[in-house]
Nanobody, 117 residues
């Protein structure tokens, strides 16, 4: 079992920045593909960004150029740096930990980001 704890959410004005963190338990962090997802009120959860165990990153078109995902394997932590925030970025943000070959797929409980316009 892997525990994921997100932090760093809050209220920010449009155009501002926030950095989300997700700390994971256990010893397999370095093998995991890590992702950030978000769910706005009344909408389905959507993928935001992914970073593989080799450090390759990918982003949803809606956040490309504004958000940066990174990882620190020594700290078992994945980050999401969010710049130039928009009102439509308002959502609960969730961290995902996945190792397909071990059938490991875990979610954090989320952290709320509210962007005021």
């Amino acid at each position: 079992q892997v525990q994921l704890v997100e932090s760093g959410g809050g209220l920010v004005q449009a155009g501002g920045s926030l950095r989300l963190s997700c700390a994971a338990s256990g010893s397999m962090f370095r093998l995991a593909t890590l992702g950030w997802y978000r769910q706005a009120p009344g909408k389905q959860r959507e993928w935001v960004a992914t970073i593989t165990s080799n450090g390759f990153t990918n982003y949803a078109d809606s956040v490309k150029g504004r958000f940066t995902i990174s990882r620190d394997n020594a700290k078992n932590t994945v980050y999401l740096q969010m710049n130039s925030l928009k009102a439509e970025d308002t959502a609960d943000y969730y961290c995902n930990f996945k190792i397909v070959r071990f059938a490991m797929d875990y979610w954090g409980k989320g952290t709320l980001v509210t962007v005021s316009s």
